[in-house]
């Protein structure tokens, strides 16, 4: 896998401001869509939206998920996380989730002493060049720290790679490379194509409760 972590100097963000002055050099925008199931039942979709213009990646995260009881909702997740990038090094994010009622806002920006984040417990200054769970890009998987958009937390992580697997996608056997990664309350499973797509991701929650996503 590739690693391109060189820091985003000030200077460097100030070519990126003067350049939106030029015409927009923009790629078409790919969209990443998966389903979501819950211990085999399907509870909702998680919708990636990656965009380029002038040298910044944008990324748009927008999940929504119901899990039902007798046709009753019991667990309800809205999450929204906008992201820029400049390489792999994250310029600013801000995500907004409502977990079963619970607002949660956090927020970041690339500044002169480091990436500086903001959550309900104030603010953490944090390496020039962070990354976050950033599951659309295999890169991250090569990170000994994550910065989590939804609680603002920077914690350590641990990759292992485990055997190829071949995966059903979209009707089609598709050979996945696969890894587990670890952290503090988290243990992911993720799959990608020789290409380097992301294809799915299985998470263990509280409870022992499987989270899968698929591509669809």
Not at 32 to 42: A, C, S
Not at 130 to 156: C, H, I, K
């Amino acid at each position: 896998m590739r690693r391109n972590l060189l820091g985003v100097s000030l200077i460097a963000l100030f070519a990126l401001a003067l350049s939106s002055a030029a015409p927009a050099l923009a790629r078409e925008a790919n969209q990443l869509e998966f389903k979501v199931y819950l211990n085999d039942k399907e509870v909702g979709k998680h919708l990636y939206t990656i965009s380029e213009v002038n040298g910044v990646r944008r990324v748009q995260s927008e999940a929504d998920f119901t899990y039902k009881i007798m046709f009753i909702p019991a667990y309800r997740y809205k999450h929204s996380n906008s992201e820029q990038w400049v390489d792999d090094c994250l310029l600013d994010f801000d995500a907004r989730t409502n977990a079963n009622g619970k607002d949660i806002q956090t927020s970041g920006e690339l500044g002169e002493s480091g990436f500086t984040v903001r959550n309900a417990d104030g603010r953490m200054q944090l390496p020039e060049c962070v990354m976050s769970f950033a599951y659309w890009n295999p890169d991250f998987l090569e990170q000994p720290r994550l910065l989590n958009p939804q609680t603002g937390e920077y914690v350590e992580v641990s990759v292992e790679q485990l055997e190829q697997e071949v995966l059903d996608v979209r009707g089609e056997s598709v050979p996945a490379l696969k890894y587990r990664l670890t952290a503090y309350e988290v243990d992911l499973t993720l799959w990608y194509s020789e290409e380097d797509q992301w294809l799915a991701l299985e998470s263990i929650a509280k409870g022992g409760h499987v989270i899968r996503y698929e591509l669809s």
